[in-house]
């Protein structure tokens, strides 16, 4: 199992691509704002962490679509890319553009966190506004990181994510 790593780029009005890796092969998938795909992807893995076995997200990308499938065992996932020609069909008319094995339900948490935690410092959330024509997606961002956070926690570190946790008046 290699780190896997992941990028969301802002293209023009409207549009991304997402690229994910996992040091063996990369895959790359393009989204339009026409569909709710950074939320759609976080929350699938925010509900694969919390224990969900099979899980899908879609990008539209004008034309087709990207569709993001994750089976879970265990701590551990498969990853399937598929390009869709048209994303109401079923995934066995996909196209498998990229795949990865026996990746940690940790890890990829982790790596999609911080990849839209760099899209949030840099460019920012008022320029992803402004370029992806909808807000960045922070609930569902911090969805994840709460889902993971007490799924995986730190050694050492308080269950439910510590001092927010403390009563007010002690």
Not at 9 to 26: H, P, V, Y
């Amino acid at each position: 199992m290699t780190r896997i790593s992941f990028q969301w780029t802002l293209g023009r009005a409207g549009s991304a691509d997402c690229t994910i890796s996992d040091g063996r092969s990369e895959g790359r998938a393009h989204a339009s704002y026409i569909s709710n795909a950074p939320e759609d992807l976080l929350n699938a893995v925010t509900r694969v962490v919390l224990g969900a076995r099979m899980v899908r997200a879609q990008f539209e990308g004008e034309p087709g679509a990207h569709r993001w499938i994750f089976h879970r065992y265990d701590d551990f996932l498969d990853i399937d890319l598929l390009r869709m020609e048209d994303g109401q069909r079923p995934d066995s008319e996909g196209q498998v553009i990229w795949e990865s094995r026996r990746q940690g339900v940790d890890s990829l948490a982790s790596t999609l966190i911080d990849g839209f935690d760099r899209v949030a410092q840099e460019p920012g959330e008022d320029v992803y506004r402004k370029r992806w024509l909808s807000p960045f997606p922070r609930t569902d961002l911090e969805d994840l990181r709460t889902a993971w956070r007490d799924a995986f926690p730190l050694p050492g570190a308080p269950a439910g994510g510590g001092i927010l946790d403390a009563p007010a008046n002690p």
